[in-house]
């Protein structure tokens, strides 16, 4: 492979040597970051060791926003663009409400959400340190805060009871398919942030059994999950007490459940689990 490029055509065609499969719409990206042929050959290396995109470029478009991304941060997926426009919906329909991304990696969902709604408080938590520093930079850009903790548990005290919409992107993956994840997402990115236990719902229940602590009294969860497992997830919710709605993004094969936190005598309407 050369290691100069003349033309964002030859660079096309090395890209689509190394694997790339959208390598035109990659090349033009590339060939407009890069500031001089060293750069730019530096970059096309990169690439082919499965560096992400994103990660070359420091951003990622996402639902409207460009957010920026750092080595070792979940790279935002299209696919998770259903879940902040639920996010951004529930949302809208307060006056003054209150956001929480919990799991937010880079905080795209915070900062989809924030620049929408210019009178929502949001507030987005990550337990890795890499991911809490890039959501950090967002935050300000955006105008989200940011802490660090497990789950829940480094939100804002004050928060408790009062958040109106807790949207996650949890990590779903079954562990045993970890290996067959695609290369650049395997070496680039935490198994953290993909890694959710046996089923892939491990991270998601326990979200759950704290979520209705934080959830003000007609508050909302927000969880992505992958089609298949929309039966187990509903029903994960609906033992913990939820009573749960799917939102469906077929081409993306994608599904965001919305539970609402059932209380006592309202727990006998609680939607059923699909079977
Ligand atoms: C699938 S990524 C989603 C990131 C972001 N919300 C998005 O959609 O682009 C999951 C994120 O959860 C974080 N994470 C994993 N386990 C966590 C935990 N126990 N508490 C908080 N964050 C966690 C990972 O660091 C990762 O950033």
């Known amino acids: 492979m050369p290691d100069r490029f003349d033309s964002p055509a030859a660079l096309a065609a090395a890209l689509a040597a190394l694997g790339c499969v959208a390598a035109d719409a990659e090349a033009a990206l590339l060939w407009a970051r890069a500031a001089s042929t060293d750069e730019l050959a530096d970059l096309v290396a990169r690439r082919g060791e499965g560096v992400p995109l994103e990660v070359l470029l420091g951003y990622a478009d996402f639902g409207g926003v460009r957010v920026a991304v750092t080595p070792g941060v979940f790279v935002p997926r299209p696919r998770s663009e259903l879940l ?7 949302a809208r329909a307060r006056p003054r409400p209150v956001v929480a991304d919990v799991c937010c990696g880079s905080g795209a969902l915070a900062a989809v959400v924030a620049s929408t709604l210019s009178q929502a408080r949001v507030v987005a938590s990550d337990v890795e340190p890499a991911a809490v520093a890039c959501a950090a930079a967002n935050g300000a850009a955006y105008g989200f805060e940011v802490v660090a903790g497990d789950l829940c548990a480094g939100l804002p005290d004050d928060l408790r009871g009062q958040v ?6 949890v990590p779903h993956v079954p562990t045993a398919e970890l290996p067959l994840m695609p290369r650049d997402t395997r070496s680039h990115e935490p198994a953290l942030a993909h890694d959710g236990g046996d089923d892939g719902l491990a991270v998601l229940r326990r979200l759950a059994e704290q979520a209705a602590a934080w959830l003000a009294p007609e508050g909302v969860l927000l969880v992505e999950v992958a089609d298949r497992q929309v039966p187990a997830a509903t029903s994960s919710l609906f033992e913990r007490g939820f009573a749960v709605a799917p939102e469906h993004d077929r081409e993306e094969r994608t599904t965001v459940l919305v539970g609402r936190a059932q209380r006592s005598s309202a727990s006998t309407s609680a939607s059923a689990p699909e079977r």
């Open 84 to 90: 902040a426009r639920v996010a951004v919906d529930a």
């Open 164 to 169: 109106d919409v807790l949207v996650a992107n």
